[in-house]
């Protein structure tokens, strides 16, 4: 034998499966027969995943959602990376803060590694509050003061939230003006206030 040849003779991820590799043998006459072979192609190897942290805010609706490539930060593979799958891409009012998410990246070739990102969901939405009109009464007779009553504003949200004030319906009022106010504060430290005056005159 002066020689043997194969063809093809090299591979790339292309090839991965079943290849049909035929060899040519020559001999020192110039004589020459061939037969074939099955060559399978394996990608064993792992993509090296990178991962990168993401900042999101939580909408009016107090939803946030991301794509898990967002989490992506420069993965690579010796042939094709196929997905990124993020263990948690949607966010609600709940999750506010830091969260731990895990990104699981998958090759052509079915095989996977994962590295792990902080996702901070941020609310930035200011909560909002309405207050009654002023209120005008008259002292009781025989007294300088009188109990004034209104509908307690709610107030509204994305999220949870907290609402206080410097007086409550019912409360004594003075004869003169005193401003009555409502503060609203939600779970991120986001708040507003609005305010009102009670006005109680000496009318005897």
Request: charged fraction near 10%; proline fraction near 3%.
């Given at each position: 034998?002066?020689?043997?040849?194969?063809?093809?003779?090299?591979?790339?991820?292309?090839?991965?499966?079943?290849?049909t590799?035929?060899?040519?043998?020559?001999?020192?006459?110039?004589?020459?027969?061939?037969?074939?072979?099955?060559?399978?192609?394996?990608?064993?190897?792992?993509?090296?995943?990178?991962?990168?942290?993401?900042?999101?805010?939580?909408?009016?609706?107090?939803?946030?959602?991301?794509?898990?490539?967002?989490?992506?930060?420069?993965?690579?593979?010796?042939?094709?990376?196929?997905?990124?799958?993020?263990?948690?891409?949607?966010?609600?009012?709940s999750?506010?803060?830091?969260?731990?998410?895990?990104?699981?990246?998958?090759?052509?070739?079915?095989?996977s590694?994962?590295?792990t990102?902080?996702?901070?969901?941020?609310?930035?939405?200011?909560?909002?509050?309405?207050?009654?009109?002023?209120?005008?009464?008259?002292?009781?007779?025989?007294?300088?003061?009188?109990?004034?009553?209104?509908?307690?504003?709610?107030?509204?949200?994305?999220?949870?939230?907290?609402?206080?004030?410097?007086?409550?319906?019912?409360?004594?009022?003075?004869?003169?003006?005193?401003?009555?106010?409502?503060?609203?504060?939600?779970?991120?430290?986001?708040?507003?206030?609005?305010?009102?005056?009670?006005?109680?005159?000496?009318?005897?």
């Amino acid at each position: 034998i002066a020689g043997l040849t194969f063809s093809p003779s090299t591979f790339t991820c292309a090839d991965v499966g079943a290849n049909t590799v035929t060899l040519t043998v020559n001999d020192v006459n110039g004589n020459s027969s061939t037969c074939t072979a099955t060559v399978t192609v394996v990608d064993n190897l792992e993509p090296v995943a990178v991962c990168q942290d993401l900042t999101v805010y939580l909408d009016g609706s107090g939803s946030a959602s991301i794509n898990s490539a967002d989490l992506d930060g420069g993965s690579t593979d010796n042939c094709s990376i196929a997905s990124f799958v993020a263990s948690d891409t949607t966010y609600d009012c709940s999750e506010t803060g830091a969260n731990t998410i895990t990104l699981t990246v998958t090759d052509v070739n079915g095989n996977s590694s994962t590295c792990t990102s902080t996702v901070m969901v941020l609310d930035t939405i200011t909560p909002s509050i309405t207050c009654p009109a002023d209120i005008s009464v008259s002292a009781i007779t025989d007294n300088c003061f009188n109990t004034v009553s209104w509908t307690a504003p709610t107030g509204s949200d994305n999220c949870s939230f907290n609402v206080t004030s410097t007086h409550n319906p019912g409360d004594l009022f003075p004869v003169g003006v005193t401003q009555v106010t409502y503060y609203i504060e939600d779970a991120s430290g986001n708040e507003d206030s609005c305010s009102f005056n009670v006005t109680v005159t000496d009318d005897q």
